[in-house]
């Protein structure tokens, strides 16, 4: 890709950030977002078909910015099922906030937008991988509870650490990040790690 093009997608992708962390209320058209961007809705039209594609190319966009990969690379390097299941939830417990404002968005559009359905489906079913992943790496060291299996354990983790429970608990109820973090953790082994890993 030419870096012209890189340029314009770039410029496209957060212009809809912009617009989807101004709230609900905001005009994400394709129009909207190729003013918000400079440019034509032809150009933004060329680089994504669908306002869906564009949606999940900018909830990803984010993921970027935000260096999500080196984010997870402690979860990733871990040495043992135990440690990745605690570095993948903190990781993705300290990532909650910052993404927070486009999650807030994503959530209320969801029912009546399909594109911003897909686009929060997707980064939805990438944190259920990263849940699967740690899950499975508890089972390869015979760290798993025997009470689960590695699809009921992902469930579970998958369920605790939805943003919609991370809000309940830091928005609603007053937890600091650290006692989130800190009580998913030993709430997460509890219910996953055998007794002979806790």
């Known amino acids: 890709m030419s870096s012209e093009n890189l340029h314009t997608q770039t410029k496209i992708l957060n212009a809809a950030l912009n617009l989807l962390q101004q709230g609900p209320a905001a005009k994400t058209r394709m129009s909207d977002i190729a003013k918000a961007a400079g440019i034509s809705r032809q150009a933004v039209y060329l680089h994504y078909p669908s306002r ?8 990803r966009h984010l993921d970027q910015v935000k260096e999500v990969d080196a984010r997870l690379a402690d979860s990733r390097a871990a040495t043992s099922g135990a440690q990745r299941l605690r570095s ?3 990781a993705w417990g300290h990532f909650m906030p910052e993404i927070w404002g486009l999650a807030k968005a994503f959530l209320a559009m ?6 911003a359905a897909a686009a929060w489906d997707d980064r ?13 790496a508890l089972d390869q060291d015979d ?12 469930d579970l983790l998958w369920a605790l650490l939805s943003i919609e429970t991370w809000r ?10 650290a006692a989130y973090i800190d009580h998913i ?14």
Do not use: P, Y
């Open 52 to 59: 869906a594609d564009l949606m999940i190319a900018a909830a």
């Open 88 to 90: 993948f939830i903190d």
């Open 110 to 115: 969801r029912e009546t937008d399909e594109a």
């Open 124 to 136: 939805m079913q990438a944190v259920r991988h990263g849940c699967q992943a740690a899950v499975s």
């Open 143 to 154: 760290q798993l509870s025997s009470a689960v299996t590695v699809k009921q354990g992902t």
């Open 168 to 177: 309940r608990l830091t928005h609603d109820c007053g937890w600091s990040q």
């Open 185 to 198: 953790t030993r709430l997460a082994e509890v219910a996953l790690l055998n007794r002979g890993s806790l």
